[in-house]
Nanobody, 122 residues
């Protein structure tokens, strides 16, 4: 089992930045692909970004490319999502997730955090 806890969400003005953190405990964190997903009110959950255990490969949704950066520190068992140039449409609950393989589908991820709310005001 892997337990994931997100933090760092909050209220920010459009154009601002936030950094989300995902602290992992349990099985060896460094073995897992880490992903970020988000779900806005009334919408389905969508993929945001993911990276491999070594951080050698990353994948981003087109909507966040060039604005968001995913990273990880395996010594701290923590993954991060740096979000810059935030837009009101980025408003959502953000979830981190862990998987054995790199993918963009939520069903490919075995472990999920509880989520952290991000609100971007215009």
């Amino acid at each position: 089992q892997v337990q994931l806890v997100e933090s760092g969400g909050g209220l920010v003005q459009a154009g601002g930045s936030l950094r989300l953190s995902c602290a992992a405990s349990g099985r060896t964190f460094s073995r897992y692909v880490m992903g970020w997903f988000r779900q806005a009110p009334g919408k389905e959950r969508e993929f945001v970004a993911a990276l491999t255990w070594s951080a050698s490969r990353t994948v981003y949704a087109d909507s966040v490319k060039g604005r968001f950066t995913i990273s990880r520190d395996n010594t701290k068992n923590t993954a991060y999502l740096q979000m810059n140039s935030l837009k009101p449409e980025d408003t959502a609950v953000y979830y981190c997730a862990a998987s054995n393989k790199l993918g963009i589908a939520g069903r490919e991820y075995d472990y999920w955090g509880q989520g952290t709310q991000v609100i971007v005001s215009s």
